[in-house]
């Protein structure tokens, strides 16, 4: 799962935008980790909630 994401958002990225291999993968090299960021702040917050409530 954790390899799923990344690689379907990479091929979906190849699809849209098209263009070289090397623009696409420094993209995703950027948006990987802050996807993963958003992921973890979220879990946080929601067992933060349910912890609370």
Do not use: D, K, S
Not at 21 to 49: D, E, H, K, N, Q
Request: hydrophobic share 70%.
């Amino acid at each position: 799962m954790l390899l799923t994401i990344p690689a379907y958002a990479l091929l979906a990225m190849r699809r849209v935008y098209g263009g070289r291999w090397l623009p696409l993968l420094m993209r995703a090299a950027l948006l990987t980790p802050l996807y993963a960021i958003l992921m973890l702040l979220t879990v946080v917050i929601v067992a933060f909630l349910a912890l609370l409530f």
